[in-house]
Every structure is written in structure tokens, then in C-alpha cells.
């Protein structure tokens, strides 16, 4: 295998992770749904989102897109605010650009984990609000 190819296999086996990751996500009062994205020229972006008892949307995402010789890898946690207007961001991880696909990847696993390990707890905090 060539090193183009190697890498788009890492990314694979970094995106399934991922979805594993969100997959196991869950919350006994909140309906949830998995969600991914892809976006030009090169990127996709994974999550997963739960409505709230209200019927605001809370997602739960990382993104990893290819632009020139470069990875840039993010990670979010976005509410809609009670007005319907802008969502509100709950967690915006630094967006990290980086030259080698093998340091993005690992970047990416980090923030699928950050993000994964705030979601109970910012479901949480937001069910408080209702109450």
C-alpha cells in the first residue's frame, strides 16, 4: 500500500472509532439521534445530536477535513438556545491544523473523547434549566 492509501485507512479506522465513541452515548430522558456530515473538498464531520425534553437540539461533534497539505481537526458541544435564535456553544475545542494525518487522527480520537466524556454532564445541566 502506498502512503495516500495508508492514510485513508487511518482516517477509516478514525472515523469508526468515533462513531463508536458517540455511539455509546446515551441519556434516559433525551431522544437522540446519530449524525455525520461530509463537507467540500475533504471533510466529514461526526456526532451526535439529542433533543431535549423542550425540543432544542444539543450536538455533540468532532470534524477532520484535508485542505492542501494540511488536517484541520475540531471538536464541539452546540445547544439551540431557548429564543430559537443562535445556538449556544457549550464546549469549542481549539481548532488544531496539522501537517502529518497520523498526528490529526490522533487529535481527532482526543476530541471524539473530550467531547464524549462533557456530554452527560452538559445533558445534564441543561434538563436543571428545565426544571
Known amino acids: 500500500m502506498d502512503s495516500e492509501s495508508l492514510a485513508a485507512a487511518g482516517l477509516l479506522a478514525a472515523l469508526s472509532r468515533t462513531v463508536e465513541i458517540f455511539a455509546d452515548l446515551r441519556h434516559p430522558f433525551v431522544r437522540h439521534e446519530h449524525v455525520s456530515t461530509f463537507f ?12 431535549l425534553p423542550d425540543g432544542r437540539e444539543v450536538r455533540f461533534e468532532v470534524a477532520v477535513a484535508a485542505a492542501g497539505d494540511v488536517f484541520h481537526v475540531e471538536g464541539s458541544i452546540t445547544a439551540e438556545s431557548l429564543t430559537g435564535a443562535a445556538s449556544e456553544t457549550l464546549l469549542d475545542l481549539p481548532r488544531k491544523v496539522l501537517p502529518d494525518v497520523r498526528d490529526a487522527l490522533a487529535v481527532l480520537d482526543d476530541y471524539a473523547s473530550d467531547v464524549a466524556e462533557a456530554a452527560n454532564r452538559a445533558i445534564d445541566r441543561l434538563l436543571e434549566e428545565l426544571a
Open 40 to 51: 467540500p473538498p475533504a471533510g466529514v464531520r461526526v456526532g451526535v445530536a439529542f433533543v
